[in-house]
C-alpha cells in the first residue's frame, strides 16, 4: 500500500469492514495513479472500499470461475483485458467465448 502512497493508518477499520471489496479498491487506485488523477490515494481507497468501486480491469467472479472452468478443459489459455486466446493462438472477445462456452459441470 505503500507503493501506492496510501497510509494504512486511517483505512484499517474499513479494510476489516469491507475486507470484500479491498482487491478492487487497490486496482482503482493503481489505475487513478497511473491516469494521473488522483491526488489522494488514501481518500481514494478508503471511498473504494466502501463503495465497492473497482478498477478498469478488475475480473468478476463470474468471468474469474469461467475462465478457470475454460482453461481446465483447454478451451483458452490466457486472457487479457476482455480478450481471450484459444490453445491455436486466436484472440476472441471474453463475452463471445462465454457464450459459446458455457460453464458445464
Known sequence: ???LRINPEPCLGVVKKH?????GAIAR?????AEGWCD????LFI???KSGAK???TVTGDIS???????????????SGSVVYTPDGEAVELQEMMRRFPVKE
Open 47 to 49: 471511498n473504494s472500499c
Open 55 to 57: 478498477g478498469k480491469n
Open 65 to 79: 470461475a469461467w475462465f478457470e472452468w475454460a482453461r481446465r478443459q483447454r478451451i483458452v489459455l490466457a486472457m
Open 19 to 23: 475486507w470484500a471489496n479491498v482487491q
Open 29 to 33: 487506485v493503481k489505475d487513478a495513479i
Open 1 to 3: 500500500m505503500r507503493k
Open 40 to 43: 489522494n490515494p488514501t481518500g
